[in-house]
């Protein structure tokens, strides 16, 4: 699997909390989307690590096309 699965067709709104550690599903079959659950095992893939510094909404990226990871560019209107 040299490219990541699309995992969906529009960003995920999420309340982070500042100072709390997330991670990022690269390879887009994790089912906890936007998030890692492990299923990237025996692939190239690993998950992305993002630290909010601040409380309040985040649109993480689902389609795993966009230029600005772990959060969504509107890639997913292009491909």
Do not use: L
């Not at 067709?9 to 500042?18: D, H, L, M, T, Y």
């Not at 990871?69 to 292009?78: L, Q, W, Y």
């Amino acid at each position: 699997m040299d490219k990541p699965v699309r995992a969906g067709n529009s960003p995920i709104r999420v309340e982070v909390e500042a100072g709390k550690s997330y991670f990022w599903c690269t390879c887009g079959k994790s089912a906890k989307q936007p998030f890692c659950d492990g299923s990237h095992k025996g692939t190239e893939f690993a998950p992305m690590k993002w630290t909010a510094e601040e409380d309040g909404p985040k649109f993480f990226c689902t389609c795993k096309a966009t230029s600005k990871e772990p959060f969504c560019d509107g890639s997913h209107s292009k491909t």
